[in-house]
């Protein structure tokens, strides 16, 4: 009995562990939970109507000024073209609302301001060389060096809440150099200082010089091309002005310059400067040849004034007497010089 007491005792399962308490909520909780989230929501709704509101007033600004105003643009302000070439003015209207605006077009040089198109119709020096692009864009179709300047594009609409605006382009137009002056010494002696001189004045913008030797470029510095290492010179690439301090034989050859810039550029013809060495025997001898002849010279004159080839101071100075008078003769000087005559009359 006692054994079948134990079995017993061990097939009875533990007992449960306690539960914790469920909270129990009053209907008054529960109703400021609700009115709580309500009020949330609303706020958000009520800041979303506002963006909502700030964001139309923008976009109806924004489209309130641009349809009633009248703004330019361009596709490039500061234009260049070569001379001669066209080139063209861009001025587009990006915003407005007048019909037949009046477009003008000015040219500022120096200050002083002229009208290039006024009344639809192209005036002044650019008359049958411009033309108007619709709306307003001024092509010039044959551009000289004299173009070179600002131009003002000026809209005017009279219908728009903001009736007028401008746009400023600054026009390059670029001149290729002519042929250059080019000054080069014939003949240089070793040693001696020599100056090779390149002016263009013709090109736009001021051109850059280069100078060549023998077909092959004269480098700024000589120590960037070993051809010109041992050459003592300076060059000048804005005023074209090569300079030997000492001529060397190396530097001997045929030269021309070149001047360049954005438009082209022009050569002067080549030509030979030749170094030649200093013979100190020649010059001494020609010094010695000089001497000699002059001491020729003096010898001679003294042997002729011996001799009596140059007249004497008795015959040409005041020691010098009048012949005397002949028998029966009376000579009157008259006031003609050297003429004499006759006073009386004789017999042979």
């Not at 131009?151 to 401008?166: G, I, L, N």
């Not at 301090?245 to 190396?250: H, I």
């Not at 400067?273 to 001491?295: H, P, Q, R, S």
Request: glycine fraction near 6%.
């Amino acid at each position: 009995m006692g054994h079948v007491v134990m079995e017993t005792q061990l097939n009875v399962p533990p007992p449960d562990p306690p539960h914790s308490p469920v909270p129990i909520l009053s209907t008054a909780n529960l109703t400021t939970c609700a009115s709580s989230r309500a009020e949330e929501s609303f706020s958000s709704i009520k800041m979303a109507i506002v963006g909502l509101h700030v964001i139309f007033i923008l976009i109806s600004t924004q489209c309130y000024i641009t349809t009633f105003a009248v703004i330019l643009k361009s596709l490039e302000k500061s234009p260049w073209a070569n001379e001669f070439e066209s080139v063209e003015l861009s001025c587009l209207i990006e915003s407005i609302s007048t019909n037949n605006p009046r477009i003008e077009w000015k040219k500022i040089k120096d200050g002083e301001p002229s009208y290039v198109y006024f009344e639809k119709n192209i005036i002044g020096d650019l008359e049958n060389r411009a033309k108007i692009i619709e709306p307003a864009t001024l092509v010039i179709t044959n551009a000289t060096r004299s173009d070179t300047a600002q131009y003002r594009c000026e809209v005017t609409a009279a219908h728009d809440q903001k009736s007028f605006d401008e746009i400023l382009i600054g026009l390059v137009v670029r001149v290729k150099p002519v042929v250059p002056r080019c000054s080069i010494p014939v003949s240089v002696p070793v040693g001696k200082t020599a100056e090779l001189s390149c002016v263009e004045e013709e090109g736009f913008p001021g051109p850059q010089y280069l100078w060549f030797r023998n077909e092959e470029e004269v480098p700024e510095d000589p120590k960037n091309n070993p051809k010109f290492l041992n050459s003592s010179y300076t060059l000048d690439p804005h005023t074209g002005t090569l300079t030997f301090s000492a001529v060397r034989k190396e530097d001997e050859g045929e030269y021309y310059c070149r001047a360049k810039n954005d438009a082209g550029h022009s050569d002067c013809g080549p030509q030979r400067m030749e170094v030649y060495d200093l013979n100190l025997v020649a010059i001494i001898g020609g010094a010695l040849a000089v001497v000699f002849v002059l001491l020729c010279i003096i010898v001679g004159v003294c042997c002729a004034y011996k001799r009596g080839y140059f007249p004497s101071k008795k015959e040409t100075g005041s020691d010098f007497r009048s012949p005397e008078r002949g028998d029966g003769v009376d000579y009157v000087r008259t006031d003609e010089e050297g003429d004499f005559r006759h006073k009386s009359s004789f017999v042979i």
